[in-house]
């Protein structure tokens, strides 16, 4: 840090020569100069030292003397290494034995080398006030009970570990407002175990489930409610069904919905009437197998909010078609439609599937791919289909169709 400025006036005398007047506050020989760092108030020093990453916090201590060791007098401190892999776990230990503060958010790469420490980290973050745990690890193990006690959490991400039972008089997470779980595997009775954290958590504003295990012995065993009165984001994504029911969601505003296997279009149905109130969503339905009630021609409501709809989904089997068109006659609204891919398998160039065609491509206005591939029977020429295809308007200008291969 540059040493205080000295000013200067500077004056021609009668022979040319210059002189110099030192300034006023020109300090005094021998006078120690000011720090201009230790002159700030102290909240903004300790503003100052929490922006900074841990490394560069503690490298301050070199300053000066009223620098040193001063990153452990701050009211609180952030600790990330999970965009680090491979963080020596003798980093983490030396700083909480060090430090006596509040932690307000710790965020760890676990591997191998780190497995066994991170049961006492815990506990010690739960002393400290913990208010963000982001935990992502390498190969799975299950976490120690005492997350349940971090009371002050309101971000709570986890991928790829396994969760203990709930500890006796687990009361929830009374702050929680963001809680995202990736490959994360509950115990026995699971569903029971993460409603009742839904439950305890009245904050909770975005919920991310990304193939979680809840199932116990019997996967289909119980059914479970996903609730919450001021939750607004809703993400699933899930190779089972887990009989989930959907309830009193009163503020929801974006759901995006990838779960492959529905154990009825009737089921369904009623799931998605459960997001009526959304303005955005995103929905792949690309593996969904339907089965029991026939084709999910009609919704019971309308989704009057809906602006924004994503679509992940082909267009070779009916199921899918059926579900895309009821989607959109039940959106009055809709302002904005994706579709990124559009494959049509064993097409005829029948006149129904000649409207289709056109119909997406002069409105999927971000469009990448569609690809047709031909079946046995054709109600005309390649050639006329051709040349009334090559007609049609299309809303993306990136929109490329690919006829059995062949782009056209």
């Not at 009211?75 to 776990?89: I, Q, R």
């Not at 569903?191 to 199932?215: C, K, M, W, Y």
């Not at 990124?340 to 997406?360: A, D």
């Amino acid at each position: 840090f540059p040493s205080p400025l000295v000013r200067a006036k500077c004056g021609l005398q009668g022979g040319g020569a210059m002189t110099m007047e030192p300034s006023p506050r020109r300090a005094r020989v021998g006078e120690p100069a000011a720090d201009p760092l230790t002159s700030l108030p102290p909240p903004l020093l300790d503003g100052i030292l929490t922006r900074l990453d841990l490394p560069y916090a503690v490298r301050t201590s070199a300053l000066s003397r009223a620098w040193r060791r001063r990153w452990e007098a701050l009211p609180y401190l952030c600790l990330s290494f999970v965009d680090n892999p491979g963080t020596a776990p003798l980093a983490v230990d030396r700083v909480l034995a060090r430090y006596p503060g509040r932690i307000s958010n710790f965020s760890f790469h676990v591997d191998e080398h780190s497995f066994g420490r991170v049961d006492d980290w815990l506990v010690a973050l739960c002393d400290r006030g913990v208010r963000s745990i982001n935990l992502r690890c390498a190969s799975p193990f299950i976490l120690h009970s005492s997350l349940f006690l971090c009371a002050q959490l309101t971000h709570l991400k986890l991928h790829q570990c396994g969760l203990p039972s709930l500890p006796v008089g687990f009361t929830g997470f009374p702050m929680l407002k963001v809680l995202k779980l990736g490959l994360v595997d509950f115990p026995e009775n699971g569903e029971s175990q993460l409603e009742a954290i839904l439950v305890g958590s009245p904050l909770l504003e975005t919920l991310n489930l990304h193939f979680v295990d809840v199932r116990g012995n019997d996967a289909y065993s119980n059914a479970w409610v996903i609730r919450g009165a001021n939750l607004r984001s809703l993400t699933i994504s899930s190779d089972f069904d887990y009989d989930w029911q959907v309830k009193e969601l009163p503020c929801i505003d974006e759901v995006a919905i990838d779960v492959g296997n529905y154990v009825s279009n009737i089921k369904f149905r009623g799931f998605l009437a459960s997001f009526a109130q959304v303005r955005k969503l995103s929905l792949c339905a690309c593996y969904t197998s339907f089965t029991g009630g026939g084709l999910l021609e009609t919704l019971p409501c309308t989704f009057d909010n809906l602006k924004s709809l994503t679509l992940w989904t082909h267009f070779y089997e009916m199921p899918a078609i059926v579900l895309t068109f009821c989607l959109l006659r039940n959106a009055p609204n809709l302002e904005e439609l994706e579709i990124t891919v559009v494959k049509m398998k064993n097409i005829g160039w029948l006149q129904n599937e000649m409207y289709f065609i056109e119909l997406v491509l002069s409105k999927a206005a971000v469009l990448r791919t569609m690809h047709l591939s031909l079946g046995c029977r054709r109600s005309k020429s390649n050639e006329d289909a051709l040349c009334e295809l090559m007609t049609y308007r299309r809303a993306s200008t990136h929109a490329r169709v690919f006829f059995d291969g062949k782009m056209k």
